[in-house]
């Protein structure tokens, strides 16, 4: 018992195995990663500074965006960086503490992404349904404590279950088969009882994402009511147009949750496992710019300019 105990309390680093299988095509993976997180920072950080700096961007609408699109960048980075070393290298230490941070940085921002969206399905809702109040509604103040309060919940919810994580306790076998620190292949390994862990995460993760979900999905169905009742074809174009990107973002990031954390694994799971992880981290961040650069003609205009 006290050999064991010793070997818990010493035990300080995960050992990342990467896409082992796949290493004779690592130089292929390391560009087309490198290329598409180069991707994911230049379409994001573009939004940031584009809000932040033009003036008539200065709207709810963008402002939202400007903030997911930071959640988006810092998604990604806390996991990529770390992923083209695992490739360079086959395989990689990495100590506890870096390990827990990656993987609480990884749950904060992309729980946030669920309620910034929801808070957008409100700013378009507002924009529909009440459009003459629409500025008395949604001030700065009010912007600013929507996307506040969005963050600090957030890291509220994440920071107790952070807590809990911290305290668990692990032995020698230290091999993750991931090129990142997830929740559930950290949790997997440990040896305490976790089922006071995942009961408090599967609270978080239906308040975090299932009653989001639920709440665009709501805003959606009662701007509908307006879209039918529109007659001028003018009108309805332009009633589309305000709502086509964030829809698109929304079943985007949705349904790349679906396919990661919902849909059955097949034979191969843990490979298959990693593959659909890729989807989540670099597909929604890449499509995000993508689809407002497309569909929003202001962003357009000062991204040629």
């Not at 200065?58 to 990529?80: C, E, G, Q, R, W």
């Not at 378009?124 to 506040?148: D, H």
């Not at 174009?237 to 964030?246: A, E, G, L």
Request: hydrophobic share 50%.
């Amino acid at each position: 018992m006290g050999i064991l105990n010793a070997t818990v309390s010493t035990w300080k680093e995960f050992l990342l195995l990467g896409f082992q299988g796949f290493y004779h095509l690592k130089g292929l993976l390391f560009m087309l990663f490198l290329i598409i997180y180069t991707a994911i920072l230049c379409g994001n950080l573009l939004i940031v500074v584009l809000v932040t700096t033009i003036d008539h961007l200065n709207v709810p609408m963008f402002y939202f965006l400007k903030h997911l699109a930071l959640a988006d960048l810092i998604l990604t980075t806390s996991v990529m960086p770390l992923t083209l070393n695992i490739i360079i290298m086959e395989e990689r230490r990495v100590p506890l503490a870096g390990c827990l941070t990656q993987l609480y940085v990884f749950g904060v921002f992309g729980f946030v992404q669920c309620l910034l969206l929801a808070v957008m399905s409100y700013d378009r809702y507002v924009a529909i349904r009440k459009p003459f109040s629409y500025t008395l509604i949604m001030t700065p103040n009010v912007c600013l404590s929507l996307v506040s309060g969005s963050w600090l919940l957030v890291f509220i919810l994440a920071s107790g279950e952070f807590v809990i994580i911290c305290q668990l306790k692990y032995c020698s076998l230290n091999y993750l088969d991931h090129f990142f620190c997830d929740f559930g292949p950290v949790v997997a390994l440990s040896i305490s009882d976790t089922s006071l862990l995942m009961t408090l995460d599967f609270v978080i993760s239906v308040n975090m994402i299932f009653v989001p979900f639920v709440f665009i999905v709501i805003t959606y169905i009662l701007i509908s009511f307006t879209f039918i009742s529109i007659s001028s074809k003018t009108e309805r174009r332009k009633f589309i147009s305000t709502c086509s990107s964030h829809i698109s973002t929304v079943c985007t990031y949705y349904v790349t949750l679906i396919v990661v954390y919902i849909a059955p694994y097949g034979e191969n799971s843990v490979n298959m496992n990693k593959f659909r992880s890729l989807l989540y981290i670099l597909g929604t961040p890449l499509a995000n710019p993508i689809i407002y650069s497309f569909r929003n003609q202001e962003i357009r205009e000062n991204n040629t300019n």
